[in-house]
């Protein structure tokens, strides 16, 4: 049983505007949440983080949104360029994050045009 | 500073033979996390080891092992390979203030 889904395997979005890539979960126990980036034979890349405390974290051009009562989170990312383009990977953790079992999404692959 | 290291890079197996990927995490970081990424199940946790002790483990067979060594350097083993655990098993380290938790490059497995 998937407890981290991505349900959008892919998302195709023009440069300049906002790709929206969206997570849900199951598991109440999750009080941490992750977003990574991946490029092909790389690993993944930690982009932003949010606690369960907060509704919502910004790091220069991604925010992340969390909204506890339907078990979903979002990433924003505005503008996109087309070096965003990657496999974007959610992850939860119940453990406040500070322990390293992280359950992932299958990941969506954003691809930003020019 | 240097990233995490994954040793190494490529490796083709046999069925039925053992194999040991190494990881070395950043330096200061004591907490290592290995995961299983597969086209058909994403990342998968395999197990986490905090000051040489597994602290947590998901849910594989016990054909899968590791440990770490007082360096924090880090060893996966898994034994009786069978053609599904071709993967790209990723390391992944932290420290206890940082819970953005970075991965190396991983080790690309192939079992033949």
């Known amino acids: 049983d998937q407890q981290v889904k991505q349900n959008s395997p892919s998302l195709s979005v023009q440069e300049g505007r906002i790709s929206i890539l969206n997570c849900d979960y199951t598991n109440s126990m999750f009080d941490y949440f992750l977003w990574y980036k991946k490029y092909p034979a790389e690993g993944p890349t930690f982009l932003i983080s949010?606690?369960?405390?907060?509704d919502k974290n910004e790091d220069g051009r991604f925010t992340v949104f969390l909204n506890k009562s339907a078990k979903h989170l979002s990433l924003h990312i505005v503008p996109s360029q087309p070096g965003d383009s990657a496999v974007y990977f959610c992850a939860a953790s119940a453990y406040g994050g500070s322990q390293g079992n992280l359950i992932f999404g299958k990941g969506t692959k954003l691809s930003v045009k020019p | 500073k240097a990233g995490v290291t994954q040793t190494p890079r490529y490796l083709i197996k046999t069925r039925g033979q053992q194999v040991t990927l190494s990881c070395s995490p950043i330096s200061g970081h004591r907490s290592v996390s290995w995961y299983q990424q597969t086209p058909g199940q994403g990342l998968q946790f395999l197990f986490e080891?905090?000051?040489?002790?597994?602290?947590n483990k998901g849910n594989f067979p016990g054909r899968f092992s590791g440990r770490q060594f007082s360096n924090s350097r880090s060893e996966m083993n898994v034994s009786t390979l069978e053609l599904g655990d071709s993967a790209l098993y990723l390391c992944a380290s932290s420290d206890s203030s940082n819970y953005g938790y970075t991965f190396g490059s991983g080790t690309r497995l192939t079992v033949v």
């Open positions: 949010i606690s369960s405390i907060k």
């Open positions: 080891y905090f000051s040489e002790t597994q602290r």
